[in-house]
């Protein structure tokens, strides 16, 4: 079937408002003649005559005062979701946003964003999941606001990203481990017994690749799928965690940390939506504040924590 064309709807309005071929024209800038062609392709689309003669005017068919409410309201609808978008009144915004990141961000971050959101907007929930895999699926779905994560490969068109902060690995020992004490050096390193974070189950990562440039490779004997799973294993016993510095800062309180002796693998973590949030107002908002949270952290970082 063919599409209507309907701009027809805005001249039918118009038409039956007016009941003037005239006047109707008039009010949407066209001339006589154009108006008594749309009047012909109406009919022609709708099978009616709309408007007959009766004396000196035209008079609506019993069609046209059938559908004329309705048309009248279907133009305003029309009119209501082109206008362009309120301005944000965070005061009275009521919306639940979903947030899907690794452990360890909700801890370091989500005390300033909670604290923040609630501030400036309290009908506003924040409702926290952690990333159990690497998938766009649930931002597609919408089933997910906003996700933090590692982009290491190309993200699909309808993802955007935007760099949240730059993170480096560093080492993590109980606080009477052997590491905790002396200079550790890439023997010592690779002498200890590691637990490794493999959301996959992998048993060697970016960690690895540096260190077997020191002609080293680690010992790991377990590997978890999580760095608070992995901190809760090295702090309870004489194993190795090699973890995030940014991530990890809440999750190793009261344990101690050593900078690698080697070149520390970096990682830029970043905040991903779907294109279809991308312009809308409390979304946009939000994101910011997101950003403005993990930059306040940043005076905070101690790799001694």
């Avoid at 004396?55 to 133009?75: C, F």
């Avoid at 998938?135 to 993200?155: F, H, M, N, P, Y």
């Avoid at 935007?162 to 690779?190: C, K, Q, S, W």
């Avoid at 377990?222 to 090699?242: E, I, K, M, P, Q």
């Amino acid at each position: 079937m063919a599409r209507p064309d309907l701009n027809l709807l805005v001249t039918l309005d118009v038409l039956l408002q007016e009941g003037s071929v005239t006047r109707a024209g008039e009010r949407l800038a066209l001339s006589p003649s154009a108006m008594s062609r749309a009047l012909a392709r109406l009919r022609r689309a709708t099978g009616d005559p709309l408007l007959v003669r009766a004396g000196r005017g035209l008079a609506p068919t019993p069609h046209a005062v059938a559908i004329r409410d309705r048309v009248r309201e279907l133009v305003r609808e029309a009119e209501e979701v082109l206008r362009p978008a309120e301005r944000l009144d965070l005061a009275t915004l009521e919306r639940t946003f979903t947030v899907r990141s690794s452990d360890g961000f909700v801890e370091g971050f989500g005390p300033a964003l909670v604290a923040e959101v609630g501030r400036t907007a309290p009908g506003v929930r924040l409702r926290f999941l952690r990333k159990a895999k690497k998938d766009v699926v649930r931002l597609r779905d919408g089933l997910v606001d906003l996700e933090t994560g590692v982009v290491d490969r190309a993200v699909p068109p309808d993802v955007v990203t935007a760099p949240l902060f730059t993170d480096r690995f560093i080492g993590v020992v109980r606080d009477e481990h052997p590491l905790g004490t002396g200079t550790v050096t890439a023997a010592r390193y690779a002498s200890a017994r590691h637990v490794h974070v493999s959301r996959r189950g992998l048993g060697e990562g970016l960690v690895d690749e540096a260190l077997h440039a020191t002609g080293h490779r680690r010992t790991v004997v377990t590997v978890v799928d999580g760095f608070g799973a992995a901190l809760a294993l090295a702090n309870a016993s004489d194993l190795v965690a090699t973890v995030p510095e940014r991530h990890t800062a809440p999750l190793r309180q009261g344990m101690r940390a050593f900078e690698l002796p080697f070149r520390a693998p970096e990682v830029v973590v970043s905040l991903l939506w779907h294109v279809r949030f991308d312009a809308d107002p409390a979304h946009r908002w939000l994101r910011a504040r997101v950003l403005d949270a993990c930059r306040a952290d940043d005076a905070a970082d101690d790799p001694q924590g």
